[in-house]
């Protein structure tokens, strides 16, 4: 992929999402990321390239749609172009349906699938003006196997999978690949909505016998977005230690 134009990672400000920024940057990409509070990890980089030459951030809430776009034309302005789009920012919250009120429901649909298609809508067309580029969206195995207290997050990420293969037929003639990188449990934030119960039983029927870890994503994003993944399009690819087998 060139590196020309930036990639936008969206919740970049911590867990995995921090991890694809600090491995975009030394990569090469020019990196514009958004989440809705800033972090020391943020602050860092932002002090480090105050005229945002390679770097940018802005506080963002994906779920508003009118501010999203605003955030997609500004860093296309910036940056010339965009050439890579990692739709990471999501959340997951362990709540059993029959527990969850509708603000929590709407939530999680809005998150995790709404705002995603909504920015990619927003992205695409500048991936299309560029005739390249890569889009990642960041499932789970939540979305492959059943996990109680995930029934509404299941439902976004396995959606994230039809979502994905059906646009790479859209972009695919145009070079803009789409694909979906799955990871099973990850020692970040999120990963603390999962019971205790849960986790062991998902390290008992996990062959590797461990979780993943935050590297073990990083690499299979940094490929996606690179030109060794230049024939791989709407497929999922599971990081998992082999857990779903
Ligand atoms: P974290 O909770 O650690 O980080 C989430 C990031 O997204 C933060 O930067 C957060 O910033 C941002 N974010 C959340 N909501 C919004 C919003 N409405 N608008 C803008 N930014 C937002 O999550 P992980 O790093 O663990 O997860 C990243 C992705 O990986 C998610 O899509 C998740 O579903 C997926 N995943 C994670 C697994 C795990 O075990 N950790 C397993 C499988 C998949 P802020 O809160 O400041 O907005």
Redesign the pocket.
């Known amino acids: 992929m060139r590196k020309n134009g930036a990639i936008i990672i969206?919740?970049?400000?911590?867990?995995?999402?921090?991890?694809f920024v600090r491995d975009a940057l030394a990569c090469g990409h020019i990196v514009a990321?958004?989440?809705?509070?800033?972090?020391a990890f943020i602050r860092e980089l932002r002090a480090a390239d105050p005229d945002e030459n390679r770097f940018c951030w802005r506080a963002?809430?994906?779920?508003?749609g009118a501010e999203s776009k605003k955030f997609v034309k500004e860093v296309a302005r910036r940056y010339g172009a965009i050439s890579g789009l990692v739709?990471?920012?999501?959340?997951?919250d362990g709540q059993l349906l029959t527990m969850m009120n509708e603000e929590l429901l709407q939530?999680l649909l809005?998150?995790?699938l709404e705002?995603l298609i909504r920015i990619t809508h927003f992205v695409a067309p500048y991936l299309l003006r560029e005739g390249a580029g890569s889009i990642i969206n960041?499932?789970?195995?939540?979305g492959k196997r059943g996990f109680s207290g995930m029934s509404i997050?299941g439902a976004t990420?396995s959606a994230l999978d039809g979502f994905s293969r059906c646009l790479a037929r859209e972009l695919g003639e145009r070079m803009v690949r789409v694909n979906v990188v799955?990871?099973?449990?990850?020692?970040?934030?999120?990963?603390d909505a999962?019971s205790e119960v849960e986790k062991q039983k998902i390290i008992g029927l996990t062959p590797m016998g461990r979780?993943?870890t935050?590297a073990d994503?990083v690499g299979v994003v940094r490929f996606l977005l690179s030109d060794d993944s230049a024939f791989i399009t709407g497929q999922s690819i599971t990081v998992d230690g082999g857990f779903t087998c």
């Open positions: 969206t919740g970049g400000s911590r867990g995995l999402g921090q991890a990321t958004c989440s809705r509070n800033e972090t963002l809430d994906i779920t508003n739709n990471n920012a999501g959340y997951s939530k809005s998150t995790n705002a960041i499932g789970s195995i939540s997050y990420k799955a990871p099973g449990l990850i020692a970040t934030e999120m990963a999962t979780f993943g935050v994503v």
